[in-house]
């Protein structure tokens, strides 16, 4: 019940995505011109907002555009999440600098989180009309398709990805970690959305993804897609992800500990990583 609401409110907000793509956008700027918003952006959100409180009224409702800026207030919702019973978690696009720009690479990315466990993840591909999407013991699919990691052990066959978030000693801190683990796998991916490239760790295509900096609507729904395909996700401390976490590490977990070994020396403080 609840998957299919996550399903159709991220099929609803792709569609509208896509009759907006390469068309007329009104960009703005949010912290600084390495992170912006839409119209698209916070018309995909009401959307989806709209959808899911007239189905459930009395649940809770965590959307990136309506969170932004106030830092306080997220940091609570995110302390609380064990005591709520239902947590919508969405991100209207990911990937908006691609939308942006007119690159391909964007997705609406939705999660439930019940008591803090998440329990429903869709990921939604509007321009490929390919929905990825998990549920709490019971796997993860790519529309009719059961998926899983790689069981590839050996990180010179498998491409590994990454990405910048806009905060800079995030930037700084996958830069360096490129110039350590670009010479150790086949190659290295950015393509922009850390939601697909969640996805994409959780079908087979990558072995691993980390970032640094990132928030909690880029990567719930991820995380719950990559953990049932047989995945393992962490924090740069090697925990167990939890809802506050912003450095993370998602792979086939056979290399996880060997990823882990470079990037966690690299990690920025948390408390510095500006959190939008
Ligand atoms: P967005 O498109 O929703 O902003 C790009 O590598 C990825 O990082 C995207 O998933 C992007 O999400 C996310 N991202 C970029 N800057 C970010 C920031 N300051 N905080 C959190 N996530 C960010
Ligand atoms: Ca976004």
């Given at each position: 019940m609840?998957?299919?609401?996550?399903?159709?409110?991220?099929?609803?907000?792709?569609?509208?995505?896509?009759?907006?793509?390469?068309?007329?956008?009104?960009?703005?700027?949010?912290?600084?011109?390495?992170?912006?918003?839409?119209?698209?952006?916070?018309?995909?959100?009401?959307?989806?907002?709209?959808y899911?409180?007239?189905?459930?009224?009395?649940?809770?409702?965590?959307?990136?555009?309506?969170?932004?800026?106030?830092?306080?207030?997220?940091?609570s919702?995110?302390?609380?999440?064990?005591?709520?019973?239902?947590?919508?978690?969405?991100?209207?696009?990911?990937?908006?600098?691609?939308?942006?720009?007119?690159?391909?690479?964007?997705?609406?990315?939705?999660?439930?989180?019940?008591?803090?466990?998440?329990?429903?993840g869709?990921?939604?591909?509007?321009?490929?009309?390919?929905?990825?999407?998990?549920e709490?013991?019971?796997?993860?699919?790519?529309?009719e398709?059961?998926?899983?990691?790689?069981?590839?052990a050996?990180i010179?066959?498998?491409?590994?990805s990454?990405?910048?978030?806009?905060?800079?000693?995030?930037?700084?801190?996958?830069?360096?970690?490129?110039?350590?683990?670009?010479?150790?796998?086949?190659?290295?991916r950015?393509?922009?959305?850390?939601?697909?490239?969640?996805?994409?760790?959780?079908?087979?295509?990558?072995?691993?993804?980390?970032?640094?900096?990132?928030?909690?609507?880029?990567i719930?729904?991820?995380?719950?897609?990559?953990?049932?395909?047989?995945g393992?996700?962490?924090?740069?401390?090697?925990k167990?992800?939890?809802?506050t976490d912003?450095d993370?590490?998602?792979s086939?977990?056979e290399?996880?500990?060997?990823?882990?070994?470079?990037?966690?020396?690299?990690?920025?403080?948390?408390?510095?990583?500006?959190?939008?």
């Amino acid at each position: 019940m609840f998957l299919e609401t996550a399903k159709h409110a991220a099929r609803e907000a792709g569609k509208l995505i896509r009759s907006r793509f390469e068309a007329d956008i009104t960009t703005e700027e949010k912290s600084s011109s390495f992170d912006i918003v839409t119209d698209v952006d916070r018309a995909s959100e009401k959307l989806i907002k709209d959808y899911i409180m007239a189905s459930y009224p009395d649940h809770s409702f965590l959307g990136e555009e309506e969170s932004y800026g106030d830092e306080s207030a997220l940091h609570s919702t995110l302390e609380s999440a064990s005591k709520q019973p239902y947590l919508w978690i969405v991100d209207p696009i990911d990937g908006t600098s691609n939308f942006v720009h007119g690159l391909p690479g964007f997705c609406v990315s939705i999660a439930l989180a019940c008591y803090g466990v998440l329990t429903v993840g869709v990921i939604y591909d509007p321009l490929r009309d390919i929905l990825y999407w998990a549920e709490d013991g019971k796997g993860a699919w790519c529309g009719e398709k059961p998926i899983s990691v790689s069981s590839n052990a050996n990180i010179a066959e498998c491409i590994l990805s990454t990405g910048f978030s806009s905060d800079l000693r995030a930037r700084r801190a996958v830069l360096a970690s490129i110039q350590v683990l670009g010479e150790q796998c086949r190659t290295i991916r950015s393509f922009g959305s850390a939601a697909l490239h969640l996805a994409y760790v959780a079908s087979g295509k990558i072995a691993a993804h980390w970032q640094y900096g990132l928030s909690v609507w880029d990567i719930a729904a991820g995380v719950l897609l990559v953990q049932e395909a047989g995945g393992k996700v962490s924090n740069m401390s090697g925990k167990a992800y939890c809802l506050t976490d912003k450095d993370v590490l998602a792979s086939n977990t056979e290399q996880h500990s060997a990823l882990l070994a470079h990037l966690q020396p690299l990690a920025p403080q948390p408390s510095k990583v500006n959190p939008f």
